[in-house]
């Protein structure tokens, strides 16, 4: 069974869906059949938590399965039991005590996980991992790290904690994503344009183009890093492209926002063409995932250029298609999603 440490759980407040999240807690001590819930609640934070295609994000990522894995800020566990599956040993770091015991409600199955409750930056870590992932948390650093440039030193804390050859994971929005452009209110402070105009009198979350992610990364000692570009967004991705696969851009994906109602000022599949055509399309999508290396990358390593996830079908025909690319030569890989889906794979 899964271990929740307590000792440092100060019972400080954070990101919170409100009375909803007591539910939540109740839902989850009742039943493991999410699909059940979701098709009699549409609620907008039942499903954002509850939903399998949460795992996007992360399920395609080829971890080393006798590695180490930290999540800071692991929300209601949404992914803490894909990492499970995935990796030897799993610490979770998570700051609101309900929050976390959603998460340990969920996933107290797994015995190579540790869930600690607590702010990040006052518990005492003793060991250096393989994988540390930062899932919509970075843009938070500026309301649990208290110095001058939170979001650099948070980053920089972080990266103690990686081993020498070790790999940081980053989820985070574009505050420049396409969606803001044409009506579709900024994702943290649910305003029109706030993200574009740079956050102005918003202190307590900040989202970045793709030039200041790098440029944040850069000042905290990272030099290696790839994004990924998850469509629509991290959130919810269905297809991931990176610089070498943005001529596979298929249009007709879906790039609407999941939780609000939205404006449409202009064709957003005929700007992106566009934008792709003119070689800018990189700094305009929703979201950004990066995987940064803390010293040099494996040049024989292969490298995923694509991914295309089904996982919204019924589970026997769940896979995943990926485009992988080892010394200039592609292959095509599929997998199964779920044991359901191996015998149709």
Same mark, same amino acid.
């Given at each position: 069974?899964?271990?929740?440490?307590?000792?440092? =759980?100060?019972?400080?407040? /954070?990101?919170?869906?409100?009375?909803?999240?007591?539910?939540?807690?109740?839902? @989850?001590?009742?039943?493991?059949? +999410?699909?059940?819930?979701?098709?009699?609640?549409?609620? !907008?934070?039942?499903?954002?938590?509850?939903?399998?295609?949460?795992?996007?994000?992360?399920? !395609?990522?080829?971890?080393?399965?006798?590695?180490?894995?930290?999540?800071?800020?692991?929300? =209601?566990?949404?992914?803490?039991?894909?990492? =499970?599956?995935?990796?030897?040993? @799993?610490?979770?770091?998570?700051?609101?005590?309900?929050? /976390?015991?959603?998460? +340990? &409600?969920?996933?107290?199955?797994?015995?190579?996980?540790?869930?600690?409750?607590?702010?990040?930056?006052?518990?005492?870590?003793?060991?250096?991992? $393989?994988?540390?992932?930062?899932? /919509?948390?970075?843009?938070?650093?500026?309301?649990?790290? &208290?110095?001058?440039?939170?979001? %650099?030193?948070?980053?920089?804390?972080?990266? %103690?904690?990686?081993?020498?050859?070790?790999?940081?994971?980053?989820?985070?929005?574009? #505050?420049?994503?396409?969606?803001?452009?044409?009506?579709?209110?900024?994702?943290?402070?649910?305003?029109?344009?706030?993200?574009?105009?740079?956050?102005?009198?918003?202190?307590?979350?900040? %989202?970045?183009?793709?030039?200041?992610?790098?440029?944040?990364?850069?000042?905290?000692?990272?030099?290696?890093?790839? +994004?990924?570009?998850?469509?629509?967004?991290?959130?919810?991705?269905?297809?991931?492209?990176?610089?070498?696969?943005? $001529?596979?851009?298929?249009?007709?994906? #879906?790039?609407?926002? +999941?939780?609000?109602?939205?404006?449409?000022?202009?064709?957003?599949?005929?700007?992106?063409?566009?934008?792709?055509?003119?070689?800018?399309?990189?700094?305009?999508?929703?979201?950004?995932?990066?995987?940064?290396?803390? /010293?040099?990358?494996?040049?024989?390593?292969? %490298?995923?250029?694509?991914?295309?996830?089904?996982?919204? #079908?019924?589970? #026997?025909?769940?896979?995943?298609?990926?485009?992988? &690319?080892?010394?200039?030569?592609?292959?095509?890989?599929?997998?199964?999603?779920?044991?359901?889906?191996?015998?149709?794979?």
């Amino acid at each position: 069974m899964a271990i929740l440490n307590l000792d440092y =759980c100060n019972n400080e407040g /954070g990101y919170s869906d409100g009375e909803i999240e007591s539910e939540l807690l109740q839902i @989850v001590k009742e039943s493991d059949d +999410y699909n059940e819930i979701l098709k009699k609640d549409d609620r !907008w934070p039942i499903f954002y938590h509850l939903s399998p295609l949460r795992e996007n994000v992360f399920n !395609w990522y080829p971890f080393k399965k006798d590695a180490s894995l930290l999540e800071i800020g692991s929300g =209601c566990g949404a992914l803490t039991g894909l990492f =499970c599956s995935k990796v030897k040993e @799993v610490k979770s770091i998570e700051l609101t005590e309900i929050r /976390g015991k959603i998460n +340990y &409600e969920r996933n107290k199955k797994h015995t190579n996980l540790e869930l600690i409750i607590g702010n990040f930056n006052i518990i005492p870590l003793e060991e250096k991992f $393989d994988y540390i992932i930062l899932n /919509g948390v970075l843009e938070y650093a500026g309301s649990f790290t &208290e110095t001058e440039d939170p979001y %650099t030193d948070f980053l920089k804390k972080v990266k %103690t904690f990686l081993k020498p050859n070790g790999i940081l994971l980053i989820a985070i929005e574009n #505050r420049f994503g396409i969606k803001y452009f044409n009506g579709a209110v900024e994702d943290h402070t649910s305003r029109l344009f706030s993200g574009i105009n740079n956050y102005a009198g918003i202190n307590s979350v900040k %989202t970045f183009t793709k030039g200041e992610l790098s440029g944040l990364l850069r000042d905290a000692g990272f030099k290696n890093f790839k +994004y990924f570009y998850p469509v629509p967004d991290y959130k919810f991705p269905e297809v991931l492209y990176t610089d070498k696969s943005l $001529d596979l851009m298929n249009f007709n994906i #879906r790039n609407n926002v +999941y939780n609000a109602n939205r404006l449409l000022f202009y064709n957003e599949e005929e700007v992106q063409n566009t934008l792709t055509k003119e070689g800018i399309i990189e700094h305009f999508f929703n979201s950004f995932i990066v995987e940064i290396f803390n /010293g040099e990358r494996d040049s024989e390593k292969d %490298t995923i250029i694509y991914a295309k996830f089904n996982n919204d #079908r019924k589970d #026997r025909f769940k896979i995943s298609t990926k485009i992988i &690319e080892n010394n200039n030569k592609l292959k095509v890989e599929k997998e199964a999603l779920n044991q359901k889906a191996q015998r149709h794979l």
